[in-house]
C-alpha cells in the first residue's frame, strides 16, 4: 500500500526546535518531489518546503525560512523538517505530500495523515 | 506570494451542479497548465480532486471536472451528492518551485 506517516509532532514552547518525520512505504520513495504543507486550527492550507528527488533542491515559505530546515534520506525512505525559533504562528497541523509523477507541480497525490504541532509556553 | 481568491462558501441542493472559482494572476494561475483541486473532509487530509487544469487522479467520478480561462481556475462539481460537503481548496504553480493555495471554499448540500 502507498503511505505517508508522519511522527514527530507534539507541544514545544515558543522558541524551541521539532523534528518532523514523514516514512514513506509502497513506492519508490527517491522518484519523487516531497512537500510538507501546513494547515493552522480553523485556517486553509500552506506550502511551508519542499525538496526534489535528490535533494540538490529545496524551497521555503518566506514564514519559514531560516528557521526551518528540510531533507530527506532516500535510504531510509524518510523525509524530514526540522523546525526551529518556533513561534505560535507554526503551531498547525503539518503534512506530508508526494507530488505525482516525480515533478514539481503542486499535484499532491499521497498525503500522510498529518502531525500536529502545538507551540505554547 | 498572495494567496489565490476563491469565495467563502458555494451550495447546492443534490443532483444539481456547482462551480467552485480560483483567481490568480499571470504569475501563477494564467502562467501556468499546474492548478490542482482539493476535497477536505472536517478532521482528514485532503484529497487530490483534479491536477494540471483538468485532469482526474484514478478514482475520481467524472462528476468532477476542471477548467481554466485566463487567470481564474474552475472546478465544477456536478450532480451533487451529499458527501461532496466539504472544504475545496484549489493550488497554483507560481514559478521558481513556488506553490500558492487559495483560501477554500465550504461547499454545503441542501
Known amino acids: 500500500e502507498v503511505q505517508l506517516v508522519e511522527s514527530g509532532g507534539g507541544l514545544v514552547q515558543p522558541g524551541g526546535s521539532l523534528r518532523l518525520s514523514c516514512a514513506a512505504s509502497g513506492f519508490t520513495f527517491s522518484s519523487y518531489v516531497m512537500h510538507w504543507v501546513r494547515q493552522a486550527p480553523g485556517k486553509g492550507l500552506e506550502c511551508v518546503s519542499a525538496i526534489n528527488s535528490n535533494g540538490g533542491t529545496t524551497y521555503y515559505a518566506n514564514s519559514v525560512k531560516g528557521r526551518f530546515t528540510i531533507s530527506r534520506d532516500n535510504s531510509k525512505n524518510t523525509l524530514y523538517l526540522q523546525m526551529g525559533s518556533l513561534r505560535a504562528e507554526d503551531m498547525a497541523v503539518y503534512y506530508c505530500?508526494?507530488?505525482?509523477?516525480?515533478?514539481?507541480?503542486?499535484?499532491?497525490?499521497?498525503w500522510g495523515q498529518g502531525t500536529m504541532v502545538t507551540v505554547s509556553s | 506570494q498572495s494567496a489565490l481568491t476563491q469565495p467563502r462558501s458555494v451550495s447546492g441542493s443534490p443532483g444539481q451542479s456547482v462551480t467552485i472559482s480560483c483567481t490568480g494572476t499571470s504569475s501563477d494561475v494564467g502562467g501556468y497548465n499546474y492548478v490542482s483541486w482539493y476535497q477536505q473532509h472536517p478532521g482528514k487530509a485532503p484529497k487530490l480532486m483534479i491536477y494540471d487544469v483538468s485532469k482526474r487522479p484514478s478514482g475520481v467520478p467524472d462528476r468532477f471536472s476542471g477548467s481554466k480561462s485566463g487567470n481564474t481556475a474552475s472546478l465544477t462539481i456536478s450532480g451533487l451528492q451529499a458527501e461532496d460537503e466539504a472544504d475545496y481548496y484549489c493550488?497554483?504553480?507560481?514559478?521558481?518551485?513556488?506553490?500558492?493555495f487559495g483560501g477554500g471554499t465550504k461547499l454545503t448540500v441542501l
Open positions: 505530500a508526494r507530488d505525482i509523477s516525480g515533478s514539481w507541480r503542486g499535484a499532491f497525490d499521497i
Open positions: 493550488c497554483s504553480y507560481a514559478g521558481s518551485y513556488v506553490l500558492v
